[in-house]
T-cell receptor, first 115, second 107 residues
Framework: NAGVMQNPRHLVRRRGQEARLRCSPM?????VYWYRQLPEEGLKFMVY????????ESGMPKERFSAEFPKEGPSILRIQQVVRGDSAAYFC?????????????FGPGTRLTVL | GIQVEQSPPDLILQEGANSTLRCNFS?????LQWFHQNPWGQLINLFY???GTKQNGRLSATTVATERYSLLYISSSQTTDSGVYFC?????????FGTGTSLTVIP
């Protein structure tokens, strides 16, 4: 009974490169959330997606960041032209589709380092 | 957004001691969860507790939704309890995290 899977666990990019972070939700979950954690801080909401739909992207930076959750395959958080300030841990969470519980389950995170 | 305050920010305990962590939030919520972030950075779900009281082994939690606070109790602490404890609340689907309580349990 696998939990939320994220890969890669660690990602190193040089300034200007692209970073692609993947998240596979728990089996049976159709809601995916992305959060960012800067060093010594709590997590900050970025985006909430369901299959093929972005429901709430109020926490996403306006430029360079995008997210998708296609009909097939994992959710992708994409960061274009990375800068040093993008260095952080990026966590994905998923929750079940039923309205009775919106408990979120978190993956192990992807630690992005921008050189 | 909702403001979430956790106290104390830092806590050092002798192994075997008990502790209470507090989470205050500024608005009505429909979801409250406690997490433990271990030294490797992984977030472990402790409790889903928008209201009421729950217990799981040495840990228990109580949320008084009408007074907008939640408490996490750790009894007979162990060194493996070290890490950062986060409270997170939501009104819809977006979680708001507190800044955490950093717990160090010394043998």
């Amino acid at each position: 009974n696998a939990g939320v899977m994220q890969n890669p666990r660690h990602l190193v990019r040089r300034r200007g490169q692209e970073a692609r972070l993947r998240c596979s939700p728990m089996k049976g979950h159709s809601h995916v959330y992305w959060y960012r954690q800067l060093p010594e801080e709590g997590l900050k909401f970025m985006v909430y997606l369901q299959k093929e739909n972005i429901i709430d992207e109020s926490g996403m930076p306006k430029e360079r960041f995008s997210a998708e959750f296609p009909k097939e395959g994992p959710s992708i958080l994409r960061i274009q032209q990375v800068v040093r300030g993008d260095s952080a841990a990026y966590f994905c969470a998923s929750s079940p589709p039923n309205a009775g519980s919106n408990e979120q389950f978190f993956g192990p995170g992807t630690r992005l380092t921008v050189l | 957004g909702i403001q979430v305050e956790q106290s104390p920010p830092d806590l050092i305990l002798q192994e075997g001691a008990n502790s209470t962590l507090r989470c205050n939030f500024s608005d009505s919520v429909n979801n409250l969860q406690w997490f433990h972030q271990n030294p490797w950075g992984q977030l472990i779900n402790l409790f889903y507790i928008p209201s009421g009281t729950k217990q799981n082994g040495r840990l228990s939690a109580t949320t008084v939704a009408t007074e907008r606070y939640s408490l996490l109790y750790i009894s007979s602490s162990q060194t493996t309890d070290s890490g950062v404890y986060f409270c997170a609340v939501a009104t819809g689907n977006q979680f708001y995290f507190g800044t955490g309580t950093s717990l160090t349990v010394i043998p």
